[in-house]
């Protein structure tokens, strides 16, 4: 059965935001929030292996790599933030941040379909290092899995993104193509900064966030045991 966050528009619990926190905290929690959307972590991550990793793109020319971060770009940030705008535009959701688990459901669909086509795409291309491939293909199942976790509370989008790019840095750092001291440490840093910016900044509960990273993480693994 649906949780009653799905059955009201907007409860108590989705519009109070936590407010006891300075001004200038609250900012750079926003800062955070936008800058780590989890729109944006697949075109992050696809940027590192091309022009960071010193192994996986090695053969691949400049209009090559920037043509695989068009294909991202478009399937992971353009396609999924034009069908939240037209659903608002056509009154399906009630905002284009996504507050109530009912706002989330058709977009996480519809990502879901484009991070697939992503991965199918990129999958039949042999050139293309299978590394990105299972990273989309984790990005798939997450989407996914936050679905069918939006039915009994809302996971941390936010929290999955930033799980998938751990788990993504910690398959990396188990097939020793790079040496992944600063790079984990990084993300992990900017994963904890950014999953406590979501709970200065939105109403999620800890255990969203908890989930949300365990859902990011372990659908990684399931991506590199498909396809590494």
């Not at 300075?22 to 900012?27: A, L």
């Not at 484009?114 to 199918?120: G, K, N, R």
Request: net charge positive; proline share 5%.
């Amino acid at each position: 059965m649906l949780s009653n966050d799905l059955s009201s528009p907007v409860t108590a619990r989705e519009v109070a935001a936590p407010a006891n926190q300075p001004g200038v905290i609250r900012f750079f929690a926003h800062l955070f929030s936008y800058i780590f959307h989890p729109l944006f972590i697949p075109l992050y991550v696809t940027y590192f292996l091309a022009y960071i990793h010193p192994g996986y793109f090695v053969g691949f020319s400049d209009s090559g790599k920037s043509r695989l971060m068009l294909l991202i770009g478009l399937n992971a940030v353009a396609f999924p933030l034009i069908t939240v705008l037209l659903l608002k535009g056509l009154g399906f959701i009630q905002s284009v941040f996504l507050h109530t688990q009912r706002d989330r459901i058709i977009p996480y669909i519809a990502s879901m379909t484009f991070y697939f086509w992503a991965q199918y795409v990129l999958r039949e291309q042999p050139a293309v290092p299978r590394i990105l491939v299972a990273f989309m293909f984790g990005v798939f199942i997450s989407s996914a899995m936050a679905l069918l976790g939006n039915i009994y509370n809302k996971i941390s989008m936010h929290a999955i993104g930033m799980g998938g790019f751990v788990g993504l840095f910690l398959v990396i750092m188990q097939q020793d193509t790079m040496l992944m001291t600063w790079p984990l440490s990084l993300v992990i840093l900017l994963t904890g900064i950014v999953c406590t910016s979501r709970m200065i900044v939105s109403d999620h509960r800890p255990k969203e966030i908890y989930s949300g990273l365990f859902v990011g993480v372990v659908c990684q693994f399931i991506g590199a045991i498909m396809y590494l």
